[in-house]
């Protein structure tokens, strides 16, 4: 894997799994049954009999035979005194490469028969012996490799997605969205450049590029499916020339570098690919607003009881998006507060959000937030109608799960205008510049009778005469091109990345 497209895709609709370059079932720790079938190639290798290496290593035969059937795990001293017997070295026993070709075939049919694909076939099992002719394990393996393939390419359907995402989420809250590993990498790499305090300037993040590494190339010709290109064979990072108003240029930077940092390789699934996006928004939201000056930036303005989201913004230069979702970092941790972020499409449609404050989410049955339209009460919805769109909205709202006090602001960007808002419940209002806003609402969502059903009078006077024709959400129902990197064609990467490599 040579490259690392980000990809400028927002909400990928479906997936398919590229099973291609992995192992159809990743190994545990020890791999029992390469090792047992390593150990059974190596005795006959030798000219052994299972009675033979039993006794020179001194074991039951019945035990070395269910080791080497992959069923059993060999303690330490006897793995010590196999090599031995079959003189090669612990690491030669234990090495993930299996000793041929044939053997390969043999531990891939054997995981594949073992596993829950060939249990849902209902066939029977094909005895794996020396007896068993090359070409038949190949096509056998070649058979169920396809199979399962075809069957990923399956589910990866949008629920599947959606479901990926849910997972995720859960994972994020149990953890107040805090995740220590990735602030420790921020900081070390923060130290490493000799960065003390302040905003974080172009200039310190092109030191952490070269710290890194790598250079940088800004081009004219970035495929357009992309934010950013790593050439990962010459450590060169493409970037646009162009001056695109959505994304922080200093964000799609350290993004492209936290693939590198934390270690990503290309996305196995769908849920895989989130994950990585979140670690690397995560890791550059850390290193634009580092843990240590943020929190005591937070903890100042708690004392004031003058918590602000713009503030933030201003005190280390960045989105208010980013601000807003960096507090959700940091604010259940270091701060004692629990807190949800929302960021809404003029639509009504929720595109990202986070809660760990027990504030009622709309979501489907798959437990998905995004793409379910926010309740029409909430200050996610209601700031969009505030003439003045300059300061902060902040409005209470009673809901079925509690008082909760949020405040919203709206961003206007290439595909429309969006409210990003946060909200607390009613007990940790006090910390907050905005608490005395009068501003107050009340819904009942997800009663259908809150605002996702018409009112009954309007329903009688309407209902039957209405033919509204519905502007098309092509989003919605455009499946995602195949590939590790949704939405990204990989010819087009390729070819760019071949034009720019000579140069
Ligand atoms: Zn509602």
Redesign the pocket.
């Known amino acids: 894997m040579h490259f690392f497209p980000y990809s400028s895709e927002m909400s990928p609709s479906s997936w398919n799994r590229d099973v291609s370059q992995t192992p159809s079932t990743a190994a545990p720790e020890l791999d029992v049954i390469a090792l047992g079938r390593r150990v059974r190639h190596l005795r006959k290798q030798a000219g052994l009999t299972l009675d033979d290496l039993s006794a020179a290593v001194g074991t039951a035969p019945s035990q070395l035979s269910l080791i080497e059937n992959g069923k059993r795990e060999p303690k330490l001293t006897l793995l010590q005194h196999l090599a031995g017997a079959l003189n090669v070295s612990i690491d030669q026993l234990l090495g993930a490469e299996p000793p041929s070709r044939r053997a390969a075939l043999e531990i891939e049919l054997e995981r594949y028969q073992r596993g829950p694909l060939y249990e849902s076939l209902d066939l029977p099992k094909i005895r794996i012996s020396s007896r068993l002719p090359l070409d038949v394990l190949e096509a056998q393996v070649g058979l169920l490799h396809e199979l399962e393939r075809k069957m990923n390419e399956q589910v990866a359907t949008p629920e599947e997605a959606r479901r990926a995402n849910g997972e995720l989420r859960a994972m994020m809250r149990e953890r107040g969205n805090y995740f220590p590993e990735y602030e420790a990498e921020a900081q070390k790499v923060l130290k490493e450049v000799g960065y003390t305090a302040g905003p974080l300037s172009q200039h310190v993040i092109a030191d952490i590029a070269a710290h890194l590494g790598f250079t940088l190339h800004h081009v004219g010709d970035l495929p357009h499916s992309t934010r950013s290109v790593t050439d990962l064979k010459n450590r060169r990072i493409y970037l646009t020339q162009s001056q695109r108003q959505d994304h922080d240029p200093r964000s799609v930077l350290l993004q492209a570098l936290g693939h590198y940092v934390l270690g990503h390789e290309t996305p196995k699934n769908y849920g895989d690919f989130l994950a990585q996006r979140v670690a690397t928004n995560y890791f550059a939201a850390a290193l634009l607003l580092p843990e240590q000056a943020t929190v005591e930036f937070l903890q100042k303005a708690k004392a004031a009881k003058e918590i602000a989201v713009e503030d933030i913004r201003d005190a280390f230069a960045v989105s208010y998006e980013t601000a807003a979702h960096r507090f959700t970092n940091l604010a259940t941790k270091h701060l004692g507060i629990t807190t949800h972020f929302q960021k809404t499409h003029q639509s009504g449609i929720i595109y990202k959000a986070y809660e760990n404050d027990g504030v009622n989410f709309p979501q489907d049955h798959t437990g998905a937030i995004e793409g379910q339209p926010s ?3 909430w200050t996610s919805r209601a700031v969009f109608d505030v003439p003045d769109k300059f300061s902060a909205y902040s409005q209470y709202t009673d809901t079925p799960s509690g008082t909760y006090w949020c405040t919203a602001r709206t961003e206007r960007s290439a595909a429309g205008e969006f409210s990003l808002s946060i909200g607390v419940p009613y007990q940790h209002v006090k910390w907050f510049r905005g608490r005395e806003t009068t501003a107050r609402a009340t ?3 997800p009663d259908p009778t ?3 059903r018409p009112p009954a009078e309007l329903t009688n006077q309407w209902a039957g005469n209405a033919w509204p024709s519905a502007r098309a959400h092509s989003h919605l129902l455009a499946a995602m091109p195949p590939g590790a990197f949704p939405g990204v064609d990989e010819t087009e990467v390729y070819s760019f990345l071949q034009a720019h490599s000579g140069s």
Do not use: D, E, F, V
């Open positions: 309740c029409k009460a819904s009942n969502c809150c605002c996702k």
